[in-house]
């Protein structure tokens, strides 16, 4: 669990791509309610994989 708050809080630019991600699913929410699950998993392998380059 200290792993995943270290990635989320780790610096602003893990706060940042995770606000990021989560708003993205909100917004995929709005239309399609059903694949906002699997949005925000998407949004953040993506805010992972900047965040590791």
């Not at 995770?18 to 998993?41: I, T």
Request: glycine fraction near 4%; proline fraction near 2%; avoid cysteine.
């Amino acid at each position: 669990m200290k792993k995943v708050f270290q990635l989320i809080f780790g610096d602003v630019r893990n706060v940042a791509s995770v606000m990021l991600a989560v708003a993205l699913a909100w917004m995929v929410a709005q239309w399609m309610p059903s694949a906002s699950g699997w949005v925000l998993v998407a949004a953040l392998f993506a805010a992972a994989f900047w965040q590791a380059a």
